[in-house]
């Protein structure tokens, strides 16, 4: 910054082009507070670079900081495999129920069902296990028709009550334990019940 | 046998979209290899869905995917023979320097990582109950998804009204590999973050002009934790950053064409803003703001028949795919109410709610590092920038932001803070490329400025 001030103001460059006219001097001394203005614009904006610079090394510091040890161990849980057709579907079976092979498994059992009329699937309302091993043997049960029915209560007697058991062809519970009036329900996994055939009470 | 049938899916997705591709961008001279990659890939899955969906109405089985696969190579050679005959010529961008390779290799390790992490993980509960679900059932039935899955209210939990960009693009795996299978059809999920990271770099270099702050950002963008680290990640099969991918398209290239009006810059904005709504039904909120968008930046340009014509596509899939639905005689979802004055007054004390499980959303580490504080210092940047193009970037991160959490006003679930919860990250994310974008082009601006 000191440099264009003398460039412009005084000493060798002034002195060669101007010399000691008084005109020349004057627009010289003019341009004193223009050089300023430049040098101090200059100090401003490489101020300005230095916060910039500053201040996204820092942001991008901590948003690492942060992330490192979240996005890390994430990676590396796990490992790979089964290559398997049903790898997802069976794996989520196999933690809810404990079926192996139950995207095979399931659908064979329910195949012996009777093929007019739905399969009712019982749940738990608002127990996230209960309703995701509902919507799985939904998805398995395909293509026959389904219909979930999501328990507010403990028990599923009044929810039961009004299904005509000839108009269904099964009822499977779903980390429900299956009204004694039903009959006799058949065990499938560790929480899930089929009951083939239900009779009224 | 498996694995031949993943290649020729593969191949054919990607040829067809790379003859999109090309029949856009026949007449920009200089192809850059690595952009019609990312973008064969997006227009492939596009194209191949729409095509599956469409066909899938008077045929089905191994004609379907006859029909299908001939106008995949149809299109990949039309692409081809225009290319030849204008005589534009492919260029591979190499790095030009340490830290671009540097950078460059970083990103690369990172594409690699997320192919190995997502053979690590299964499907997610959403990846598997509302997009596979779709893909596998249409698979049992030839190919077509037979019109009863619309309508049985009990199959309602898996959302039949979700578009098909998805589900369509996992059933054409599945039709080459024969069979349903879980495993290797998670190999589309990490293709997304390869094509969504490298059009982030390149964006970011076209706009600034500057090759490493688009590198930096690229490579940064792996490391936001949901991103890569939660259950509605990229390794799980969710759409929701396959549609923040589309998103951050559709945006790039209409502030490309706001840049440099060429007809390759609209028709690609035209493409992706297409495919927004077929990917998610939300991507018709973000369908209508880059539409607004477009209209703005075409106001000073005196070109808004160019962007009117531009929506037309995407008005189409949209019309259509609702026709579908009714004529399928979909089970209507639950999860929104109509939206309407009267529930909105009725509704209006969820603000406070509403506000504060956003606030708390977007501050949780866990989730987002400190991404969104990122974003905010980036927005601020464009707003300070007083140029239009950069307040409409500005805009495109901070609307959808906004708009999202408000939609919770007409949630119809019995806690709608429960709803917000469980869904707003997964919506967040559609934006999150879009903020490195601001980022990305923040880093260069005080130079800019100044000139």
């Known amino acids: 910054m000191a440099e264009l001030a003398d460039a412009y103001g005084s000493g060798p460059y002034g002195a060669t082009r101007g010399g000691s006219s008084p005109l020349v001097s004057n627009l010289l001394d003019d341009q004193t507070p223009v050089g300023c203005n430049v040098s101090r614009k200059l100090t401003h904006m490489q101020l300005r670079l230095y916060i910039h610079i500053g201040l996204w090394c820092a942001l991008f510091a901590v948003f690492l900081a942060f992330a490192i040890p979240i996005v890390g161990p994430a990676l590396v849980e796990n490992q790979i495999g089964p290559a398997e057709v049903n790898r997802s579907i069976d794996a989520y079976i196999l933690a809810l129920t404990g079926i192996e092979h139950g995207s095979e498994k399931l659908p064979d059992v329910f195949s012996r069902l009777p093929k007019a009329g739905p399969l009712i699937i019982v749940v738990r309302k608002d127990d996230s296990q209960s309703e995701f091993l509902g919507m799985m043997i939904g998805y398995v049960s395909w293509p026959r028709e389904i219909k979930l029915i999501k328990l507010a209560t403990p028990t599923a007697e009044k929810e039961l009550a009004g299904i005509n058991p000839d108009s269904i062809s099964g009822l499977v519970f779903c980390l429900v334990d299956p009204p004694a009036w039903l009959g006799k329900p058949i065990r499938l996994g560790s929480s899930i019940f089929l009951v083939p055939l239900p009779k009224t009470g | ?451």
Not at chain 2, 190 to 208: C, D, I, K, M, Q
Not at chain 2, 393 to 412: C, E, K, N, Q
Not at chain 2, 420 to 438: D, E, F, I, N, Q
């Open chain 2, 1 to 451: 046998m498996t694995l031949l049938g993943l290649s020729a899916a593969y191949v054919t997705i990607l040829f067809a979209g790379f003859g999109i591709t090309l029949l856009m961008f026949a007449k920009a001279g200089r192809l850059n290899l690595v952009e019609c990659s990312c973008l064969s890939w997006l227009l492939g899955i596009g194209a191949v869905s729409l095509l599956v969906w469409l066909c899938g109405t008077f045929c089905s089985g191994l004609l379907l995917q006859a029909v299908v696969a001939i106008a995949c190579l149809a299109l990949g050679i039309s692409g081809w023979t225009i290319k030849r005959k204008l005589g534009s010529k492919f260029t591979l961008p190499l790095p030009r320097n340490l830290i671009e390779w540097l950078l460059t290799s970083l990103l690369l390790v990172e594409i690699t990582v997320f192919f190995y992490v997502s053979f690590k993980h299964t499907l997610g509960w959403d990846g598997l109950l509302n997009w596979e679900i779709k893909a596998r059932y249409a698979f049992l039935n030839g190919g077509v998804i037979p019109g009863s899955y619309y309508s049985n209210p009990g199959r309602a939990f898996s959302h039949p009204e979700y578009p098909l960009a998805i589900p369509f693009t996992e059933l054409w795996l599945y039709l080459w590999m024969a069979e349903p299978h879980q495993f290797w059809v998670k190999t589309i999920f990490p293709l997304f973050y390869a094509a969504g990271a490298l059009l982030l770099a390149l964006f970011v270099t076209r706009l600034s002009t500057k090759r490493w702050p688009g590198l930096i950002v690229a490579t940064l963008l792996a490391f936001v934790p949901f991103l890569s680290a939660s259950p509605g990640g990229i390794t799980v099969g969710y759409v929701d950053f396959p549609m923040s991918v589309f998103y951050l398209a559709a945006l790039g290239y209409l502030l490309c064409w706001y840049r440099e009006d060429t007809v390759s810059n609209i028709s690609m904005f035209a493409g992706c803003l297409a495919l927004l709504p077929w990917i998610k039904s939300e991507g018709l909120i973000l369908w209508v703001l880059l539409v607004f968008f477009g209209l703005c930046l075409s106001l000073p340009k005196h070109r808004t028949r160019q962007v009117t014509l531009a929506l037309l596509p995407g008005l189409f899939i949209v019309v259509g795919w609702r026709l579908y639905l009714r004529l399928m005689h979909t089970f209507p979802h639950s999860d929104f109410a109509h939206p309407s004055f009267s529930l909105l007054h009725q509704n209006f004390g969820r603000l406070a709610d509403i506000g504060r499980v956003f606030s708390e959303d977007v501050s949780t580490p866990v989730y987002w590092s400190i991404f969104w504080l990122l974003a905010a210092v980036a927005i601020g940047y464009a707003l300070a920038a007083r140029k239009l193009e950069k307040v409409i970037l500005a805009m495109a991160v901070l609307l959808p932001i906004v708009l999202y959490p408000l939609a919770y006003v007409f949630s119809t679930w019995p806690s709608y803070t429960a709803h917000m919860t469980s869904s707003l990250p997964r919506l967040l994310l559609h934006v999150v490329p879009a903020g490195w974008l601001a980022i990305g082009l923040a880093l260069t601006q005080p130079k800019g400025q100044v000139r």
